[in-house]
Nanobody, 125 residues
Framework: VQVVESGGGSVHAEGSLRLSCTVSGASYGSNYMAWFRQGSGNEREGVAAIEPSFGRTYYTDYVKGRFTISQDNGKNTVSLHMNRLRHEDTAMYYC???????????????????WGKGTQVTVTS
């Protein structure tokens, strides 16, 4: 199973970026797909998650109203639309998927068994 992110880059504060993630190589769909991020000196934290079969979404409080996670072209591709970006959103963003395992907390990194390599998002003041 491969998880591949795309998008990211550098943007001014209050700008927007879109990240995309595709899971391939699985014989069945993901139970959940999510975005996590890790800023310099910080722990990795959950940002947003989606349950592809039902379309249910989950967000950390800090990004509610600014970020949107959505499915694109089927259940194994998701995007993270990030608006009104802040300097504090600067981080490496990772896409993750959980397959074949029951999940209790979609924003808990330890629930996920497949990870991408990450894509950098830098927000300049």
């Amino acid at each position: 199973v491969q998880v591949v992110e795309s998008g990211g880059g550098s943007v001014h504060a209050e700008g927007s970026l879109r990240l995309s993630c595709t899971v391939s190589g699985a014989s069945y769909g993901s139970n959940y797909m999510a975005w996590f991020r890790q800023g310099s000196g910080n722990e990795r934290e959950g940002v947003a998650a989606i349950e592809p079969s039902f379309g249910r979404t989950y967000y950390t409080d800090y990004v509610k109203g600014r970020f949107t996670i959505s499915q694109d072209n089927g259940k194994n591709t998701v995007s993270l639309h990030m608006n009104r970006l802040r300097h504090e959103d600067t981080a490496m963003y990772y896409c993750a998927a959980v397959l074949g395992i029951a999940t209790l907390n979609p924003l808990d990194q330890y629930e996920y068994n497949y990870w991408g390599k990450g894509t950098q998002v830098t927000v300049t003041s």
